[in-house]
């Protein structure tokens, strides 16, 4: 059954609401807000005015919120502004709920504020977004990997981990029928030599791997100014800061205004947008279509096609 199909009792959200605030602390209001495909996602007001947001999965252990808090802290001793946690629990025999229960911040997602801000102040928006992401990359590390609270495995090589990252993914679709065979053949290739391609000459940067329009909000201020208030939903790892930029070119979270302020501190060298922009935005959409279906074949055969010209 779908998480949104599964009722959450008002007595399962209360006992949680009071172990996090106390015995006093009384639901006033539940709003479902966007989720996962795993989760529910639920916005949560008490009657003295407190609110957080509840992210909960019904009958199951679910690690994932484990590690999405431990990435939401790393994102916010980086100085990005991401909700603080307040709870994460894992389900058990006698409370068969995991969830996360964090801040919840006002704004609203980058594309409502697109809808909303004038083309000067979504211009400000974008420069402040490459703020943020400058800052995100400024830290770095010694190895490429995964981020979490348990031991990930380490790679030298960025290439090296960016195979290791989709090759799973790959191999769950290379067969698909969703795919044409002159197209597969194509990708198969390229995978088999993405050493040749990626390069390995930066340092391994921190990344927050899914940022789109959905995982960002904004709000004006008192002069109607718009700021970024709150990066959601990390995937982060150490990894290239290139594919981070061509992830969100690909979804259409950045404008030029974004990548010229971006390019005054880290310019994209010439053959990020020949070649490597278009590798880096092909993976993801191999994992759309793995998760998704049919609704990314499109986008991923014209990059497809673009390659096969290139490489």
């Known amino acids: 059954m779908p998480p949104h199909e599964i009722d959450i009792s008002w007595q399962v959200l209360r006992r949680i609401v009071q172990d996090w605030a106390g015995t006093a602390a009384e639901l006033a209001e539940v709003k479902p807000l966007v989720g996962g495909c795993i ?8 009657h003295d005015g407190a609110r957080a947001v509840l992210k909960i999965s019904p009958h199951r252990v679910s690690r994932a919120y484990q590690t999405e808090a431990w990435q939401l802290n790393v994102l916010r001793d980086a100085g990005l502004p991401t ?37 000067e102040q979504f211009d400000h928006l974008q420069m402040h977004l490459a703020e943020m992401v400058l800052q995100l990359h400024e830290r770095t590390a010694g190895h490429y990997r995964r981020i979490g609270p348990d031991d990930t495995p380490q790679f030298d090589n960025w290439s090296a981990f960016y195979f290791d990252i989709y090759d799973p993914i790959w191999k769950e679709i290379e067969k698909s029928p969703l795919l044409p065979v002159k197209c597969r053949k194509q990708i198969a290739r390229l995978h088999d030599k993405l050493d040749h391609h990626l ?112 490489v």
């Open 199 to 310: 390069p390995n000459t930066d340092r391994p940067r921190l990344v927050h791997w899914d940022l789109w329009s959905t995982n960002l909000l904004a709000a004006p201020d008192d002069h109607g100014r718009w700021w970024i208030t709150a990066i959601l939903d990390p995937n982060c790892k150490f990894a290239h800061a290139e594919a981070e930029i061509a992830y969100m070119e690909l979804f259409q979270t950045i404008t030029p205004a974004f990548l010229r302020a971006y390019q005054q501190t880290h310019k994209l060298p010439a053959e990020y947008h020949r070649l490597r922009k278009h590798i880096y935005q092909l993976y993801p959409l191999i994992n759309h279509i793995h998760l998704f279906g049919a609704e990314y074949v499109k986008p991923l055969l014209g990059i497809s096609e673009k390659l096969a010209t290139i």
């Open 83 to 119: 909700p603080r946690v307040y709870e994460c629990r894992l389900g058990s025999l006698d409370a068969p709920f995991s969830y996360l229960l964090m801040e919840f911040i006002e704004g609203v997602d980058l594309s409502q504020a697109r809808q909303r801000c004038s083309a």
């Open 39 to 46: 989760n529910i996602t639920l916005a949560l007001k008490m």
